[in-house]
């Protein structure tokens, strides 16, 4: 089982961006799916984008998101990146990527692997 690595999060106030980051190691990177999904205290979790294997050449956002949030990925960097644009104060939540064997999928149950996630925090 590989691994996944989140990275990037942090403080910002409401209208800014940050771009995550996602690392995976042990793994042939471009076989899985990725997703980004996200957690606030008291909140089940939520999608945030999915990307497909391969080139990405598909993604998904739901409609809270489309339009703010891009997916990407970069296969020879192992990586896949969530950049957030325009941050709202309930954008804030632990956000975590994860990865699926399938070639698309929006079911969390789907991603059998999971990162450690990373805090974003965007103030008012």
């Known amino acids: 089982q590989g691994q996944l690595v989140e990275s990037g999060g942090g403080l910002v106030q409401a209208g800014g961006s940050l771009r995550l980051s996602c690392a995976a190691s042990?793994?042939?990177?471009?076989?899985?799916?990725m997703g980004w999904f996200r957690q606030a205290p008291g909140k089940e979790r939520e999608l945030v984008a999915t990307?497909?294997?391969?080139?990405?050449?598909?993604?998904y956002y739901p409609d809270s998101i489309k339009g703010r949030f891009t997916i990407s990925r970069d296969n020879a960097k192992n990586t896949v990146y969530l950049q957030m644009n325009s941050l709202k104060p309930e954008d804030t939540a632990v956000y975590y990527c994860?990865?699926?064997?399938?070639?698309?999928?929006?079911?969390?149950?789907?991603?059998?692997?999971w990162g450690q996630g990373t805090q974003v925090t965007v103030s008012s």
């Open positions: 994860a990865a699926a064997t399938t070639y698309s999928t929006t079911d969390p149950n789907r991603f059998g692997s």
């Open positions: 042990g793994r042939t990177f471009s076989n899985y799916a």
């Open positions: 990307i497909s294997r391969g080139g990405g050449g598909s993604q």
